[in-house]
């Protein structure tokens, strides 16, 4: 009924959807722990914009896909740069030099600066995360994260089972809503719901994990069907994110 | 799997002469496939080519043989060309044979299918049937497959073992010496037998026919007034229409069947009928308001709306208080003589979890919460799911009972026998749009018209 988002073929196939998702997992890190650094609005704003430029080429993303999910996290940014202009501390601070004024509001430059450093790293943030959402597909990445990664198998099979039953969980949600209505209960939002859905979540594990139990899953070492080796793309992303980090920090003031 | 499960396990139990309560996990799995009933929560991988690979990674084969391994078994299993395909956007009969090339992979000698066609549409039931008995020519797996309905899988079947209530065995050993020796005692059970194999018993020991009551006199279109669906369409996602267009008016004692394929719609437009959706596009009417803006209380005395799967409605931790949720008292007083006609007398259910309860006995339960109310619209989705005969009678009679008392009933269900001997009227929906509304005992007779419409031959 309610399926999980899908990859498009083009986007799995793309030079950034063939690239391991461990290296792209590790930009990510390496470029959010850089912005940590500064405090300037510039530095974010450039690696949003070289995220986004490489997401519709390198990454074959449709420009009307990547819109849908930046939309909302972009209009947090927005909002988040309101807010923290408006209501700053430093506007308190009568010493403080006044950017603007906005009626009885006075918005100080202090209050400003930080506003914008913290709206266009939420940018960033997004951006980020949006396009490597897009452009990886989610057993590549389990694959990647077990045989390059070395992260247990256990575990990430069972985080991979768990994100293929997420519309599962959603339409038990759904269901259990329903079926309260239907006994003449309340709708809207009862805590009973999460005891409901734990319930139904804990049972399908339970047959999960048996499924898996009778087809021999942990008896032994396990080989791959679906091998993940490290190319010479990979080489390239990571040496390019690492000059384009170097690049946007120097724009900082 | 003895272990896997709580409880105590006396006895012995070879696979093959490996002990299977003393041996190592991966022995036994090795020997043999397990193919369960829900096929949701079997497939483990994101894809159908890593799924069947699955057992095979598990028990280290080199990637060179598992790729011509997971080849043969999907084409084994007529699945071939889905390899990319994500498990979860197959129809349920693929998945399971999909869980079926799962576990053939690793050619085990013994095969063990628990009551795989369960959740399937007699189409998909008659697929997975028809590769089951193909492998069973090719290959030289022994197989054991627990079922209710027996229809498919009699011709398979050389040896029955047949389990009373009690789980003691009534009778075991070849099929047709089963049948001569022990066929009255097997209707007396109430153990379903295909229906020519049942007449042959009543022959051959003098029993009467089953008592079929006689079909009472449809309602007349006119008086078609309780639940009213006009141009109704309804979208899980935005240009994908689970219903589509729907017209129906079901009046007050009519019985209804609505008929179709896994997906075509049936449960939607019974959730739309009794207002637990809202259609996004036409209008539901239930006696002459919008469901889905009845207030809670007082939809549950106008409609009830059991789910297919019972237990994804449980409320409560034990089946007494399920059953008595939100009942005023002269409802609660019906509760004991309703639980004893379905079989679930309160001195021996009361204080149970509906949640261990096994598959047919929610199923009931699930039911006892609807029909305890009485509602004026009955709406139930599969409810003779995992009955035996003896409870599928009990139903049937409990049913009639409410619709001669003026309820109106609708459900969607593949049980054709069910349709034929209470619903009168059948529609059949097939990708969300009605494409028949008939009686039924016109419908069933044409086995082309069933067939056309995925609805395999009437048992």
């Known amino acids: 009924m309610i399926a999980a988002r899908r990859l498009a073929a083009s986007e799995i196939t793309s030079p950034l959807g063939r690239t391991s998702p461990l290296i792209k997992l590790a930009v990510a890190i390496a470029w959010l722990v850089g912005l940590a650094f500064v405090v300037d609005p510039r530095p974010p704003l450039v690696l949003a914009g070289v995220v986004v430029a490489a997401g519709l080429t390198l990454g074959r993303v449709a420009p009307r896909r990547l819109l849908a999910a930046l939309a ?57 995360g949006a396009v490597f959402g897009l452009t990886t597909d989610p ?29 599962r969980f959603a339409a038990d949600l759904l269901t259990l809503r329903q079926a309260r209505r239907i006994r003449g209960l309340r709708g809207g939002w009862h805590p009973r719901l999460l005891v409901g859905l734990l319930v139904l979540a804990i049972r399908h594990a339970d047959r999960m994990a048996l499924a898996m139990d009778a087809r021999g899953f942990g008896i032994g070492p396990r080989s791959r069907f679906r091998v993940v080796r490290w190319g010479w793309i990979d080489a390239a992303v990571a040496v390019g994110a690492a000059v384009v980090l170097i690049a946007a920090l120097a724009t900082a003031r | 799997m003895p272990r896997e499960f709580a409880g105590t396990f006396a006895g012995r139990l070879e696979v093959g002469g490996l002990d299977v309560a ?14 369960f009933q829900d096929p949701e929560s079997q497939l483990v991988m994101d894809r159908v080519d890593d799924d069947v690979a699955f057992g095979l990674e598990n028990r ?75 492998i069973r020519g090719a290959r030289a797996a022994t197989m054991v497959i627990v079922e209710h309905r027996v229809d498919l899988a009699w011709p398979l079947a050389d040896r029955l073992l047949v389990l009373g209530r009690d789980g003691r065995p009534i009778d075991e050993g070849p099929r047709d010496e089963v049948v001569a020796r022990s066929g009255p005692r097997l209707i007396e059970a109430g153990v379903w037998l295909p229906a020519e194999v049942e007449a042959g018993i009543r022959a051959a020991n003098g029993l009467a026919g089953p008592h079929v009551p006689a079909p009472r006199r449809g309602v007349a279109a006119a008086a078609r007034d309780l639940s009213c669906a006009a141009a109704v369409s309804f979208e899980w996602e935005r240009g994908r229409r689970a219903v589509d267009g729907v017209d129906l008016a079901v009046g007050a004692g009519e019985r209804v069947a609505l008929l179709g394929r896994n997906g075509s719609g049936k449960s939607t437009l019974g959730r739309l009928l009794v207002g637990l959706l809202r259609p996004t596009a036409g209008s539901v009417t239930l006696a002459g308001h919008d469901p889905s ?27 007494r208080d399920e059953v008595e949720l939100g009942l005023r008292p002269d409802e609660r007083a019906r509760v004991p003589e309703l639980m004893d006609r379905l079989g679930l007398p309160l001195e021996g259910f009361a204080a149970r979890s509906p949640y261990t309860l096994s598959g047919g006995e929610q199923r009931r339960l699930s039911l006892a919460t609807i029909l305890v109310r009485a509602p004026r619209l009955l709406v139930l989705d599969e409810p003779t799911f995992g009955q035996d005969r003896a409870n599928h009678e009990a139903l049937v009679a409990i049913l009639r009972d409410r619709v001669d008392a003026g309820a109106a009933l609708v459900a969607a269900t593949h049980d054709l026998g069910f349709a034929a001997a209470l619903l009168d009227r059948s ?3 097939s990708d969300g749009c009605v494409v028949a509304d008939e009686p039924t005992e016109g419908l069933v007779r044409v086995p082309e018209r069933l067939a056309a419409y995925g609805l395999g031959p009437l048992s």
């Open chain 2, 60 to 134: 280290g084969w080199p990637v060179a043989s598992m790729v011509p391994a997971v080849s043969t078994a999907l084409t084994e299993v007529r699945l071939a060309g889905l390899e990319q395909r994500r498990p979860n956007t197959l129809s349920g009969g693929e998945q399971q044979r999909l869980a079926l090339a799962g576990v053939l992979t690793a050619d085990p000698g013994l095969l063990v299918l628990d009551e795989p066609t369960a959740n399937l549409d007699p189409a998909g039931a008659a697929a997975l049937f028809a590769r089951l008995s193909a």
């Open chain 1, 72 to 128: 909302p996290l972009w209009l947090a940014a927005a909002g988040i740069a309101v807010f923290g202009a408006v209501f700053g501390a430093a506007n308190a601070d009568p010493s403080a030099a006044v950017a603007v004024h906005l009626g009885p509001v006075r918005i100080t430059d202090p209050a400003l600066a930080g506003a914008l450093a913290l709206g266009a790293r939420v940018i960033a943030i997004g951006a980020i």
């Open chain 2, 22 to 35: 003393r041996s190592a996990r991966g022995d036994v799995a090795a020997r043999v496939g397990l193919v």
């Open chain 1, 139 to 167: 057993t590549h990445l389990v694959d990647s994260l077990v045989q390059q990664g070395r992260l247990p198998e256990r575990f990430a099979y069972g985080a991979l089972a768990a994100y293929g039953a997420i519309p």
């Open chain 2, 427 to 429: 529609v059949v929906l």
């Open chain 2, 293 to 319: 803006r009845v207030p809670p209380a007082d939809l549950a005395r106008l409609a009830g709306y059991a789910f297919q799967d019972p237990e994804h409605q449980f409320l409560r931790a034990r089946v």
